[in-house]
């Protein structure tokens, strides 16, 4: 059984930012991450997926992330190329690839358990994301669609739709990028499906006010003033660059929600259809917190009461890069930095005791 103070959970850029801070107090920790290889979820997103802000605006702590050449938006590889490359900059003790069972309460001291053994801890910071726990909504007529169902976690280009009718189903980022994607593709037919019309941002706003945004929300509730509305007040999708050129083009008319899946489409309330080989469901994702189930602390909707980032149940625990309710957009890579921050302050307050 390995023994230390701090145990980190997770294969993405939160456990990172951690890493980062926790190295920074001198605090003895490990890093244990599912994957085989660094970059986590990145290395696993569609092939055109880009940055909603440019590279010096979305770095974590400590060491900008360089420009791409020629894109003003890194794409995911230049993401993953650049969190392997931070990982061996600060010597991040990370053991991969390790799948962590649970975390158990055990007396003064908290009890890892994973695949290759346990780990005796005084505090765990669960950094597992979201990514590994894809939302598709139950919906009428989902099993006698014979075509081809999946998740914005399984799509990686346009190229394995070529002759075939795709409807994308959501209103957000993913949703209008795939669509976008699936649009200015030759070969494919697309019918984008959204809950609500779609609200895109302003072209001149990115992921820098953004994050300006949900600052400013978490700080204006902290101090118990109207909410601002946060990033929500600005709209849902970012125009990046092929997202613009598909909708200019005339080739993002969202249609409303379907009522139902056919054995060979989708039903809208008024009777009309609409063929589909496939339905890519871009509606969201869970936090990704089963290994955390033996301590009892999930409440309603899944989510862990926090006071900052600590569990008020556990305090212990440190949960970290999960969205808002972790910290002003922490599931980001600019976002994430200050809660991490924090989470090492209050972790080292923590072990004085």
């Not at 795709?166 to 593709?185: H, Y």
Request: glycine content about 12%.
């Amino acid at each position: 059984m390995g023994i230390v103070d701090v145990v980190v959970i997770g294969g993405g850029q939160a456990r990172l930012a951690a890493g980062y801070h926790l190295r920074r107090k001198k605090l003895d920790f490990v890093i244990l991450e599912s994957q085989s290889t660094p970059g986590g979820a990145w290395q696993h997103t569609w092939d055109s997926l880009h940055l909603f802000s440019p590279a010096a605006f979305s770095s974590l702590p400590g060491r900008l992330m360089p420009a791409q050449r020629g894109q003003e938006y890194p794409n995911a590889a230049h993401v993953v190329d650049y969190l392997a490359d931070y990982e061996e900059r600060y010597a991040l003790p990370i053991h991969r690839p390790v799948t962590v069972r649970a975390v158990h309460r055990d007396g003064a001291r908290l009890r890892v358990a994973t695949d290759v053994g346990d780990w005796s801890t005084r505090t765990v910071v669960s950094a597992t994301g979201t990514w590994w726990r894809p939302f598709v909504p139950a919906f009428p007529g989902s099993g006698a669609f014979a075509g081809r169902q999946l998740h914005t976690t399984g799509y990686r280009s346009a190229a394995a739709f070529t002759g075939q009718h795709v409807i994308v189903v959501g209103g957000k980022n993913s949703g209008a990028q795939i669509a976008a994607d699936l649009a200015l593709a030759d070969g494919v037919q697309l019918t984008w499906v959204t809950q609500r019309p779609p609200r895109f941002l302003a072209d001149d706003i990115d992921g820098r006010a953004l994050f300006d945004a949900a600052t400013a929300r978490r700080r204006a509730l902290d101090e118990g003033r109207a909410d601002t509305g946060g990033v929500t007040s600005l709209g849902d999708i970012v125009a990046v660059p092929p997202v613009r050129t598909a909708r200019d083009s005339g080739l993002l008319k969202a249609q409303p929600m379907f009522e139902r899946l056919t054995t060979d489409g989708v039903q809208w309330g008024d009777g009309t259809t609409a063929r589909a080989d496939a339905v890519i469901w871009c509606t969201g994702f869970r936090p990704a917190l089963s290994h955390l189930a033996a301590l009892g602390l999930r409440g309603r909707r899944g989510h862990i009461a926090i006071d900052g980032t600590r569990a008020l149940d556990e305090p212990r625990l440190h949960l970290l890069g999960y969205g808002d309710w972790t910290g002003p957009a922490s599931a980001t890579l600019i976002g994430v930095g200050r809660p991490a921050r924090d989470a090492a302050e209050s972790i080292m307050g923590l072990l004085r005791v």
